[in-house]
C-alpha cells in the first residue's frame, strides 16, 4: 500500500531526529575518546612509545604553562599550534595528570612589572627571542620580546625548557621544523627527569688546577637544577666511589700522576661514567688580551689513560673558516679606532656529522682553541664522532704561535683542506684497565687495603665516555659589566646562544640515564615547500582553480539533486 504524504513526512521526521541523535552521540563520545590516523612518513603525530608509557605511569599532576599566546608570525603561529597539538596528544594517555595552559607572559603588567617579571623568567632559563612585528595600521615595525618556552611543574619540582631551536647557519623555516621536532622530546624527558625519585649523582673533578669560578658557573648552575653535584678532589681522596653516576673533568692543567690515573681506572672499571673536556694546549681566550703569545703543552701526562680506552687528544689547535666573531680595530677614523667584528680561524663552530641522540637536531657548538681528538681501532670499544670541524679546516701542531694580526690578513681558503676533523667523541663498551699486568701483586693489595675493594684487570659492566678536545664547550664568558654569562654566548654578540648548554645537558643525560625517551631525539619532520617559481607562474591559474572548483561542484550536486527529485515525485 502506497504511503499518503503525512506517513512521508513523519518518515522522513523520524529519519533526521535519528541522524541527529547519531551525530550528537558522536560529539559526545569524542569528548571522552580520542582517535587519530597518523598518515605521514615520519609519523610526525604519533607519540613514541616510550613517551607513552611515561604518561601513563604518572602518579600526580603535572603542570605546563606555556608561553606562546598572542599574535604572532605564521612560524611562531604554527610553533605554538604544534605544542598545543602535542599536549593535547599528552592528555590522551596522561588524562587528568597532564593540565596546561599557554599564557601571555607579562601582557597584562604594567612596563615596570612586565620587565621584573620577564628578568623572572630568564633567571628560571627561558631565553627571550627579539621579533620584529608591525604596527596596528601602520607600515612601521616594531621590536618584541618573546619568551617561547614552558615551565613544568609536578609535586614540588619545576624545570623550564625553551621550544626554539636556535638558528645559526640555518633557514629559519628549518629551525622552526627542527624545533617541532624536539618538542617530544624535550616535553618527555623533562617530565622525566622530574619524575625520578633519585636525582643522578655527578662528581665535579677537582685536585688538578680545574675551575671553580665564574666561568664554570653556568655548567655547575645548569647541573643542579638537574642532578646531585659534589666536588671530589683526585689528589686526596684515597679512591673514587661507585655511587658517582658520572665524572665531569673541565680543564685540569697540572700533571695526573700514576696513583691520580689509577684511581681514575678502577673507577671506570667498576662501569663508571667521564665527560672529559680538556686543553691540552696552554691557549685561552683571556691570552688574547695580552699580545701574541705562543700555546704549548701542559704535559698532563693522560695520553696512556685515554689512548687504552680508545681515543687521543691531540696536540695541536684547530683553525676553521667556519669560525666565531671576535673585535677588532681595523682603522682609525680620526683618534677613534673603527673596530669591527672579525671571524678568527682558532674558535670553530663546531656542528654533527651524524644522528646520535646527543647531537640530533643540534646547532652550531661554539669553540675556542679546540684541539682534534683521534679514535683507536679494535678494542671492543664503540666509538662515535659527535662534534667536527667544517670541510674547510686544519690542524696547527704544537707549539703554536698565535697573532691577533694574522687575522685581519684574509685567510688562503687552500691552506684548509682538511674535512670534519673530529673535536668531541663517545666511547662505549666495556673498557680495559690501564694497569692490566702493569702492577703487581703487592701493589694490588695495596689498592685494595686503600679503596676496600679488589683491583679489576676489566670493566664489569659496560660504561661510556665523552672525550672532547676543548674545555670551553662547557664555560662560559664571564662580562665585566654583568657577570657570568651563559654557556654557548659570546660576550661580544651576546644576543645569540650556540647549542653549548644543550650538547652538555643532552651528554650528561646520555651519560648517566637510561632514560627511554632519549630515542624521540631521532624524529625528523620534513620540509615540503612548495616551488616558489611555480607559485609564481601559476599562481593566478590556481587561485581560479580554487575559487571556481569548489562552487562548480555545488552548483552541480545542486542540479543532481532537483533532477532526482523531480523524477521521484513527478508519478
Known sequence: MELTRKDKRKQYLKRTLAVLAVIIAINIAAGYFHARLDLTAEQRYTLAPATRDLLRRLDAPVQIEVYLKGKY??????????????????????????????????????????????????????????????????????????????????????????????????????????????????????????????????????????PEGPEVYDALKTLHELYQVDTVNLATTPSIPEEFDALLFVRPIQTFTEADKLKIDQYVMQGGNIAWFIDNLTASADSLRGSDFVAFDRNLQLEDLLFKYGARVNQDLLQDLRADIIPLVVGHMGDKPQIEPIPFPYFPLLASTNAHPIVKNLDYTMSRFAGSVDTMAGGGIQKTVLLTTSDHSRTV?????????????????????????????????????????????????????????????????????????????????????????????????????????????????????HSPVMETRNKELTLRLLDAEKVRKEKTTWQIIAFAVPIGAILLFAMVFQYLRQRKYAK
Not at 605564521?74 to 597539538?85: M, Y
Not at 647557519?169 to 629551525?175: E, H, R, S, T, Y
Not at 618527555?188 to 662528581?203: D, T
Not at 690501564?434 to 660504561?463: C, H, M, Y
Open 73 to 210: 608570525p605564521a612560524g611562531f603561529r604554527q610553533l605554538s599550534d604544534a605544542t598545543r597539538e602535542l599536549l593535547e596528544e599528552f592528555q590522551q594517555y596522561g588524562g587528568a595528570n597532564i593540565r596546561f595552559t599557554f599564557l601571555n607572559p607579562g601582557s597584562d603588567l604594567p612596563d615596570s612589572m612586565r620587565a621584573a617579571f620577564q628578568d623572572t623568567l630568564m633567571a628560571r632559563g627561558i631565553l627571550p627571542f627579539n621579533l620584529q612585528v608591525q604596527d596596528d595600521g601602520k607600515d612601521s615595525y616594531a621590536e618584541k620580546l618573546i619568551f617561547p618556552g614552558a615551565i613544568i611543574k609536578y609535586k614540588d619540582r619545576e624545570t623550564s625548557v625553551n621550544l626554539l631551536k636556535s638558528q645559526g647557519g640555518m633557514d629559519p623555516m628549518q629551525a622552526l621544523n627542527s624545533s617541532q621536532a624536539l618538542l617530544e622530546y624535550k616535553f618527555a624527558s623533562a617530565i622525566y627527569q622530574l619524575q625520578q625519585n633519585r636525582r643522578p649523582l655527578i662528581g665535579y673533578m677537582l685536585g688538578h688546577g680545574e
Open 397 to 513: 701542531r704544537a707549539p703554536v704561535q698565535i697573532s691577533l694580526e694574522s687575522v685581519q690578513q684574509q685567510p688562503n681558503p687552500r691552506e684548509f683542506r682538511q674535512r670534519f676533523i673530529p673535536v668531541a667523541v663517545l666511547l662505549e663498551g666495556r673498557f680495559p684497565s690501564l694497569f692490566r699486568n702493569r702492577i703487581g701483586l703487592e701493589a694490588q693489595r695495596e689498592w685494595q687495603s686503600v679503596s676496600g675493594k679488589p683491583f679489576r684487570p676489566e670493566a664489569d659492566t659496560a660504561g661510556k665516555m665523552i672525550v672532547a678536545g676543548d674545555a670551553d664547550l662547557v664555560l662560559n664568558a664571564v662580562s665585566r659589566k654583568n657577570g657570568p654569562m651563559q654557556m654557548g654566548v659570546n660576550e661580544f654578540n651576546p644576543d645569540y646562544q650556540f647549542a653549548n648548554k644543550e650538547f652538555f645537558l643532552n651528554g650528561m643525560d646520555y651519560l648517566t640515564s
